[in-house]
């Protein structure tokens, strides 16, 4: 049996899933059905860092080794991939699950067990709550709306806006985050109560919500919505020529989405404002450009491949801090000791019962830079304070 | 004493007036034909009784005890069953994915008492009442000489024998009338007289009352006691065989002259 | 000999052998969820058949059945009604419901009933995600387990059991009833309406019950799954979960009680054995591409359903012509 | 009251949309009796085919259009004989299982070849709106309802009123004597598989400016395009286009006057309710079934 | 014209037809007859192709056909109107009887229309209605009217005066003789034996899936044993 001195010298069982040369890892992602666009980047991501690392010799000399599970964004088969991997596949952590539904059917099981949970792929506010093994660190979407609010406030200047949020968990969560925020600047007669404006994640036709926000006539329209519906909504506001600024959250941060939606709203787009939790600027990005064409040439390098990527760069960074006290208690110590600024988020860090994952995050605006659109940091990287 | 009277009944289609005014009775116990030609509206007739169709106008009274008189036009299709009325089809129409024997339960169906629950717990009440409708069914089926075949798909038996299912499954729901429509087609002429003699025996053996609708003049003339003749809806003469077959109108709408060939 | 003929013994006999099957066998966790999930769609599968199998009446709304048990037991236990009231309510109220469904389905025949229902299942659906108060939205509702008398169903062993419990009870209900009165006049209803009525079936009556039983079964079962899986959300609800019930009671044979057991454990368990062979793993989305393959597969030779492959494979082995005539029973 | 017309401009085009999706779906379901339900999957595979025929190949757009209208004819040719043919016996249920499978396919398969990214898709027209007392019109819009009502009336003349038709209805309502009477059974159910795909394609093609390229595409559109066949009745080719346009304008005039987040409860119920009330649909006819 | 030799075919388990040989000569009529069950429409249907013989062959018009589909030997001019009527419900009367000229190339379409509807003056009167509305002996006449509107060489009717009234059934033979005198050759199954016997110049007895006995039909109905066995006495 693996073995190792604790700090008081005392022997200490490795947690399981370590070896001498390996550390065992699973991951529960969405990888087949029409879903599969969100986790198969996400996971190729994931697995391009893993590989990079493992390349250049491991994490203190041990390979990672993950195992991949495809829950199909069903909750009861994410509670079976996930008893698979903690019982039976026996593996040391679980990173970067995915999907809000399985995240949240398996939050008693990880709890129960201990094993510490790196990195979701979901912006469910419950698990900042969730326990001291949980690592969340994508933004929620209730803070982040919140911070929308004070960028609304401060950076936008806006008197008035209107929110089209997508009537799901995304879009709810993000429209109570952004009146919370409101309300803690005391501002909340910023947003109307018409003002807020439904739309489907799945709709086709925007033009009701989109006439709805140009009647308020508003300073500033935050979309809180993915990729699919934003771009339609882009497509409404220039079929309609409605220029106003807008803001939309983190989600839609990534040259995919950009090229994809320009195209169908070539006028309105310079308009478009996006959060952004990552420092994606051709540098920092370098290593997972490369690592992606080496390994999935033919998986396109969008926000998912980046969370995927920032999940493996997480759960290394708490395996180095950990050295070779790779037990689960060891794993969380290190985590709860991290503070993680070489990746591509600006700042990771957990302390005993803080579980925000990242808080600080900055606009960017989309440019035209030689034809091509980009998008361009425009703020610092801030808080909600 | 009539068991059924139907009076003033017309239904149209669109524009097509299918039957019209028509009113005839049929004497308890007797064997009565209903004839005319080709969409004269005898099955018409025959779905206005059996409720299959609500006629725009007229009245269907079915007496089949002596103190009970039911307004047939009151009552839903699948209520008529249980006053003592049933019908065959002019296309058979059975249960085909069932055997002969359930068929012939499903003609049990409103005298079978047992609630869901205790048919789904099989209690003993259940189980008590599925051996009597059995042994009922069992003995209709002997009756009709299919003993043998009664665990046999009913739709993959002949024409013939379908149609003698049919029949079995109006006898075990113990009417008082029996209306049948063109019981004889499809059969030839051995096959039609072994029918005639059924019909008949179902008439004297159970007291029941028939109302036929057929074409083959063989059986119609050599059982029935009475006869109605319809044309465009409208009765056009009745009476007894003989006098049918001698009346010229009936001739020359639908038999021809002197083709009566029996 | 003869008593191991009657089939509510074999499915007792069945259900024991297989309910000890973990305690002596040592599955993977993971895999005994499965199987419990395998065992909670065989409950709504069986009601599904009742339906469509027996009383010809199409559903494509029949998760909605199953959302609504899951979220009325969840919301019971949560407020501390005990589960097995609780388990009861999630069957009874669907079932009123299904009375809904069942006099749509007196006036809707075959295509039209099929997206009326959809429409239902939709609507239903819908109703989920904004009715928060009592389902919690999209942000879902979390549940107990199941617990009788104090014992918890904790571990999947325990709860297989008791899933197993619940199958064979409403597998012998199902039996019984459609081997009596009822069965027969769905059946009749099925094949001719018209001679159905004539023998004094009320379409209406049996529409509801073939309705309201259905739906019960899926209450029942989806109480079982919130109390497995501890948590459940609207988007589950949904089409694709509806249309996965139909295939179910297809692939596995129609007016089948077996088949239905056996389409629940083909459509849960074969997607994730395709996605197990380590080759074909790697090729993107291949099962996916795989297990619609192994559905049309199974439609195309076995018509009947995997339930009736003996008499399937007899038939064909005598004879080439049979193909029509199989279909014709 | 311009927002009142501007949301029934807009409702009528995505009911447009709707409506070409249910043509296809609908002369199958006349044909051959089958619900298709991967009818949109098809429809999505031929427009990814257009899209990368103009995106990667380079071809002008009337030339990747043309292409994929020539792909969705053998597409719908191989699909009808290996998949529907073999299983002509099979009931209804079951071939709509055959359609899941389908789904599963050919939604597996496009992942597979085309992989999982979204992509912009340029419109068949492309043209400055036109703004009618503040009323935007957008020449595509036009385009797409114009081409909606073509085809329907191509489709209302061959099914009505050419020997092809009464042959496609005869071979409906009974295979079996149809080939009795001389028609060649096999050949109608390819023809109306491969003008159904074309459809799909056309279809597809036009709504992926809206919805762009992707897998997902025509989810939303496919559910639709089944409301809508249902709504105005599947036993005619008008039927299923007034069907779509109510849907487009009622989901925009309950989402614009009632309410945003319960517009699907409320179209849906309607939906339900008009059924209730006609069942067959709002062009649906009632035969009283002859017994 | 026609000649089957030694045709054998069966429905799954079902014998239904046992080593049958039967000819038709061109410009004759020819009658099967026999009880429920024995096996006559089984044989129309291996002629025009519905059931696939396991053995034996079909010969017409010198060629053999038991390996074509049903629609091609429709185009060779065998055309069936079937047991039970089979019309198209959905269809109208005017429509049914156009899918019967399907086949048909020439431009007299028209005139044989004219022609049935002069045989059956009803299916003009109700040429719009559905035809699955029609009374039952309409919906026969409508077959028979289908099936001759396709002009066949070789006209297979199966109990063609099912369901009708007596008066027509006289004229339905009577139709059947003219329409052999224009020249079409008919396969006739009858239950009326006395009827068909009498227009017939050849007849053949099944029973069980097996000629039993053949013969001049005017020498069969006056047979003695023919008489008490099949024609009821
Ligand atoms: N549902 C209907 N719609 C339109 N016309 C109908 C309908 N039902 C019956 N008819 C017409 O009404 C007339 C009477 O039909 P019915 O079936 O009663 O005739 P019938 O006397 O039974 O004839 P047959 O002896 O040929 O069976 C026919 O001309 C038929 O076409
Ligand atoms: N589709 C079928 N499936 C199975 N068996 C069949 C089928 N059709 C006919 N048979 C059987 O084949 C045999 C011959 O039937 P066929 O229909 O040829 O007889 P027929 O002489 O035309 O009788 P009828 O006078 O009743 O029309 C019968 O035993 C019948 O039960
Ligand atoms: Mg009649
Ligand atoms: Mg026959």
């Known amino acids: 049996e693996a073995a190792v001195n604790n700090e008081a010298g005392d022997k200490v069982e490795y947690a399981q899933g370590i070896t001498e040369d390996t550390i065992k890892i699973g991951t529960i992602a969405v990888q087949s059905g029409v879903l599969s666009f969100i986790g198969t980047p996400y996971v190729a991501g994931m697995e391009s860092y893993f590989n990079m690392i493992n390349e250049n010799g491991g994490v203190n000399g041990r390979k990672i080794e993950l195992l991949k599970k495809d829950d199909e964004f069903k909750p009861d088969k994410a509670v079976a991939a996930v008893e698979s991997l903690i019982y039976d596949d026996e593996v040391f952590a679980i990173v970067g699950q995915l999907g809000t539904p399985g995240v949240v059917a398996a939050q008693d099981i990880v709890k129960e067990k201990g094993i510490p949970s790196v990195y979701f792929g979901s912006g469910a506010v419950s698990l900042t709550k969730a326990g001291e093994n949980f690592f969340p660190v994508q933004p929620n979407y209730v803070y982040e709306g919140k911070l929308m609010s004070k960028y609304a406030f401060e950076e936008f200047k806006a008197d008035k806006v209107v929110v089209m949020y997508q009537n799901d968990d995304v879009g709810r969560d993000g429209l109570e985050g952004f009146k919370d925020g409101l309300k803690e600047l005391d501002k909340s007669s910023m947003l109307p109560s018409e003002g807020e404006i439904a739309f489907g994640a799945s709709d086709t036709d925007f033009t009701v919500q989109i006439q709805k926000a140009k009647e308020q006539d508003p300073d500033l329209i935050i979309i809180y919505g993915l990729g699919g519906a934003t771009s339609g909504i882009l497509k409404g506001m220039e079929g309609l020529g409605v220029n106003k600024p807008m803001l939309t959250t983190y989600s839609n941060a990534d040259a995919s989405f950009l090229k994809m939606a320009s195209k169908g709203a070539p006028n309105v787009i310079e308009n478009l404002n996006v959060m952004g939790w990552l420092e994606v600027n051709g540098e920092s990005l370098k290593p997972l450009n490369e690592a992606m064409k080496k390994y999935y040439p033919d998986v396109p390098v969008n926000a998912y491949t980046m969370a995927g990527w920032v999940a493996g760069e997480t759960f290394v960074a708490g395996v180095k801090k950990a050295g070779d006290n790779l037990t689960w208690d060891g794993y969380i110590k290190a985590m709860n000791n991290l503070k993680f600024t070489e990746g591509l988020a600006p700042e990771i860090s957990y302390e005993p019962g803080v579980r925000q994952g990242v808080t600080k995050m900055a606009v960017s605006k989309v440019v035209k830079n030689n034809g091509q659109y980009e998008f361009k940091v425009k703020t610092a990287f801030k808080e909600f304070e | ?262 | ?329 | ?291 | ?233």
């Open chain 2, 1 to 262: 004493m009539s068991i059924l009277k139907v009076k003033d009944l017309s239904i149209s289609f669109g524009g097509l007036k299918a039957v019209d005014k028509l009113s005839f009775e049929v004497k308890e116990n007797s064997i009565y034909g209903l004839i005319g030609p080709n969409g004269a509206g005898k099955t018409t007739v025959f779905n206005c009784i059996s409720r299959f169709y609500t006629p725009d106008e007229g009245k269907i009274n079915f007496h089949p005890r002596d103190n009970k008189e039911y307004n047939l036009l009151d009552l839903k299709v699948y209520e008529v069953i249980s006053k003592g009325l049933v019908r065959t089809f002019q296309n058979v129409e059975l249960v085909k994915h069932l055997s002969i024997l359930d068929n012939l339960l499903i003609g049990m169906h409103t005298t079978t008492k047992g609630g869901i629950i205790s048919q789904g717990l099989k209690l003993l009440n259940v189980r008590k009442e599925e051996k009597r409708i059995r042994k009922k069914a069992m003995e209709v089926i002997e009756f009709l000489g299919l003993k043998g075949l009664e665990n046999q798909l009913a739709g993959s038996q002949p024409y013939g024998i379908q149609k003698l299912v049919e029949l079995g499954r109006t006898l075990v729901s113990e009417p008082k009338l029996i209306i049948l429509d063109e019981p004889a087609a499809g059969m030839n002429s051995n096959e039609t007289e072994t029918l005639s003699k059924l019909i008949k025996r179902i008439r004297d053996e159970f007291n029941i009352t028939i109302l036929l609708v057929e074409h083959d003049m063989g059986l119609v003339m050599n059982i029935c006691e009475e006869i109605c003749v319809i044309n465009f809806g409208k009765k056009i003469a009745q009476g007894t065989p003989s006098e049918i077959q001698n009346n010229p109108a009936v001739q020359e709408a639908y038999l021809g002259k002197g083709e009566v060939s029996c």
């Open chain 5, 1 to 233: 014209m026609l000649k089957l030799k030694d045709v054998s075919a069966f429905y799954g388990y079902i014998h239904a037809l046992k080593n049958i040989s039967i000819e038709v000569k061109e410009g004759t009529i020819v009658t099967l007859l026999g009880a429920n069950g024995a096996g006559k429409t089984s044989t129309l249907k291996t002629i025009s192709g519905m059931l696939k013989p396991k053995k034996g062959t079909i010969e017409f018009q010198g060629r053999d056909i038991s390996k074509k589909r049903p629609e091609d030997i429709v185009s060779l001019g065998i055309v069936q109107s079937p047991e039970g009527r089979q019309v198209f419900p959905e269809l109208t009367v005017l429509e049914n009887l156009k899918v019967g000229a399907y086949t048909r190339k020439d431009k007299n379409i028209k005139n044989t229309l004219i022609k049935i509807y002069d045989y059956f003056p009803i299916l003009k009167e109700r040429k719009n209605q559905m035809a699955g509305t029609l009374s039952g002996g309409e919906q026969q006449m409508l077959a028979i009217g289908r099936a001759l509107m396709a002009k066949p060489k070789l006209l297979l009717l199966d109990e063609p005066s099912l369901g009708l009234a007596p008066l027509i059934v006289n004229n339905i033979f009577k139709i059947i003789e003219e329409i052999k005198k224009e020249g079409t050759t008919i396969l006739l199954v009858e239950q009326n034996a006395y009827k068909a016997l009498a227009i017939a110049d050849y007849a053949y007895i099944l029973e069980t899936g097996k000629v039993v006995l053949q013969g001049n039909a005017k020498e069969l109905k006056s047979d003695s044993k023919v008489k008490s066995a099949y024609l009821g006495g």
């Open chain 3, 1 to 329: 000999m003869n008593i191991l003929k009657n089939k509510p013994i074999q499915y007792i006999l069945l259900g024991l052998i297989i309910a000890i099957t973990p305690f002596i066998f040592n599955f993977q966790r993971g895999t005994l969820t499965m199987f419990n999930t395998v065992i909670i769609y065989s409950i709504v599968a069986i009601g599904f058949n009742i339906l469509l199998g027996y009383a010809g009446q199409i559903s494509l709304g029949h998760a909605a059945f199953m959302g609504l048990g899951a979220y009325i037991s969840g919301y019971l236990t949560n407020m501390g009604i005990p589960f097995i009231l609780s388990i009861l309510i999630a069957g009874v109220i669907p079932m009123i419901i299904g009375l809904i469904l069942g006099l749509v389905a007196l006036r809707l025949e075959g295509h039209y009933l099929a997206i009326a229902t959809l429409g239902f299942g939709v609507t239903i659906q819908q109703i989920f995600k904004e009715w928060t108060s009592f389902t919690n939205g999209y942000s879902g509702m979390r549940g107990q387990p199941a617990s009788i008398f104090g014992f918890s169903f904790r571990s999947r062993e325990s709860f297989f059991v008791l899933a197993i419990v619940i199958l064979v009870l409403l597998s012998i209900f199902a039996y019984n009833l459609l081997k009596s009165k009822t069965g027969r006049a769905l059946i009749a209803m099925r094949d001719s309406e018209h001679a159905a009525q004539a023998m004094g079936i009320s379409l209406l009556k049996y529409k509801l019950i073939a309705f309201s039983i259905s739906a019960f079964y899926a209450g029942i079962a989806g109480s079982l799954y919130i109390h497995l899986i501890r948590f459940i959300e609207p988007n589950q609800w949904g089409v694709e979960l509806s249309l996965n019930l139909l295939a179910m009671v297809v692939i596995g044979g129609l007016a089948s009680i077996e088949g239905s057991i056996i389409g629940a454990f083909f459509l849960t368990v074969i997607p994730d054995i395709l996605k197990e062979i380590p080759m074909l793993g790697e090729i993107r989305n291949l099962s996916t591409i795989l297990t619609g393959v192994s559905l049309i597969l199974v439609i195309m030779f076995l018509p009947l359903g995997i339930a009736r492959i003996n008499i399937q494979i007899k038939e064909k082995l005598n004879n080439k012509n049979t193909k029509k005539t199989a279909l014709n029973q």
């Open chain 4, 1 to 291: 009251m311009n927002m009142f017309f501007q949301s029934i401009m807009a409702g009528l085009e995505t009911g447009s949309l709707y409506a070409l999706a249910a043509l296809g779906l609908v002369l199958i379901f006349r044909t051959s009796d089958v619900i298709n339900f991967a009818q949109g999957e098809m429809a999505m595979f031929s427009a990814f085919i257009a899209f990368k025929l103009f995106d990667g190949m380079k071809l002008p757009y009337p030339l990747a259009f043309l292409g994929a209208i020539v792909f969705a004819i053998l597409f719908g040719f191989i699909v009808e004989r290996v998949f529907i043919r073999p299983a002509s016996k099979a009931s209804l249920v079951s071939k709509m299982i055959i359609t899941l499978g389908l789904i599963m396919i050919v939604g597996g398969l496009a992942n597979a070849l085309f992989g999982i990214d979204s992509h912009y898709f340029r419109k068949a027209i492309v043209a400055d709106n036109m703004n009618i007392k503040g009323v935007v019109i957008q020449p595509n819009a036009i385009f797409i309802i114009a081409i909606t009502f073509f085809i329907m009336a191509g489709l209302f003349y061959m099914i009505n009123k050419t020997k092809m038709g009464i042959a496609i209805r005869a071979t409906a309502q009974d295979e079996n004597t149809a080939k009795m009477m001389g028609i060649p059974v096999s050949k109608v159910y390819s023809m109306s598989w491969i003008i159904a795909t074309i459809l799909g394609a056309i279809a597809g093609i036009l709504i992926a400016p809206t919805t762009n390229v992707s897998t997902a595409m025509m989810g939303e559109v496919h559910l639709k395009s089944f409301i809508a066949a249902v709504l105005g009745g599947f036993g005619s080719f008008y039927g299923p286009v007034v069907g779509g346009l109510i849907i487009g304008v009622l989901d925009n005039l309950v989402g614009m006057y009632i309410s945003l987040t319960w517009k699907t409860v409320i179209v849906y119920g309607l939906l339900i309710l008009t059924l209730i009330i006609k069942p067959t649909g709002i062009f649906g006819k009632t035969h009283r079934k002859k017994v």
